[in-house]
Every structure is written in structure tokens, then in C-alpha cells.
């Protein structure tokens, strides 16, 4: 099974930027798809960004579009997250997740199909 350690400073002031990143341990990286979820306090973890299996196809949710960016170094092992133009309702915990469903191509866009996730990073954007 594949393990995820997640790195990344988590605070920031409205506007700025943050990279967070995940790093795969224990299984071959390039069988799974990768994907960034946030979660608000109370709240189910929702979707944010993904990235297939080779890089090739991104995925992301529209509040996000054009602001973050995420992508994956199969030699390094590590998905990143690049988040520009930050806002406050983007306060939240974010979490890498992993998936090796039968989809190369793609990533699952919901929580409920993933068995693999990363540790949880806060960040936290001030206004």
C-alpha cells in the first residue's frame, strides 16, 4: 500500500501563494492517480485538483481553475500543489489522496473512492 507524507507552509496573506506537496512511499507511483481535497470544519472533503496516472490529464474545480495548478514528478514520486492569488475562503485542510482504480486516464472526484491519503496540511489565508 502506498503511504503519503504531505509537506507545505500553510499561512499566507490573501493574494499570496503556497506550494504544498505529497510525497509517495511504498508502492509504484505511476499506478495511481493523484488528487488534492480540502476539508472545512463539520464538513465532507471536497474536491479541489487531480492529476492522472502519467501527468497527462488535470482536473480541477472551478473556484480553482486558473488560481492553483497541480502537478506530479513520477521520478521524484510527488504530486504538488501550486496555489496562486489565495483567498481567505480558501482557509481549509488540504489533503493528497491516491487512487488506483481501473481509469488511467483519470482521477475519481469524490472522497468516498479513495483508500490512500496524506496526513492533512492547514493552510490558513488571512485577509
Known amino acids: 500500500h502506498v503511504q503519503l507524507l504531505e509537506s507545505g507552509v500553510g499561512l499566507v496573506q490573501a493574494g499570496g501563494s503556497l506550494s504544498l506537496s505529497c510525497t509517495a512511499s511504498?508502492?509504484?507511483?505511476?499506478?495511481?492517480?493523484m488528487t488534492w481535497f480540502l476539508q472545512l470544519p463539520g464538513k465532507e472533503r471536497e474536491f479541489v485538483a487531480g492529476v492522472s496516472r502519467n501527468g497527462g490529464n488535470t482536473y480541477y474545480t472551478e473556484a480553482m481553475k486558473g488560481r492553483f495548478t497541480i502537478s506530479r514528478d513520477n521520478a521524484k514520486n510527488t504530486v504538488y500543489l501550486q496555489m496562486n492569488s489565495l483567498k481567505p475562503e480558501d482557509t481549509a485542510v488540504y489533503y493528497c489522496?491516491?487512487?488506483?482504480?481501473?481509469?488511467?486516464?483519470?482521477?475519481?472526484?469524490?472522497?468516498?473512492?479513495?483508500?490512500?491519503w496524506g496526513q492533512g496540511t492547514q493552510v490558513t489565508v488571512s485577509s
Open positions: 489522496a491516491a487512487d488506483r482504480g481501473p481509469a488511467s486516464y483519470t482521477v475519481p472526484f469524490t472522497p468516498a473512492q479513495y483508500d490512500y
Open positions: 511504498g508502492s509504484i507511483f505511476t499506478t495511481y492517480g
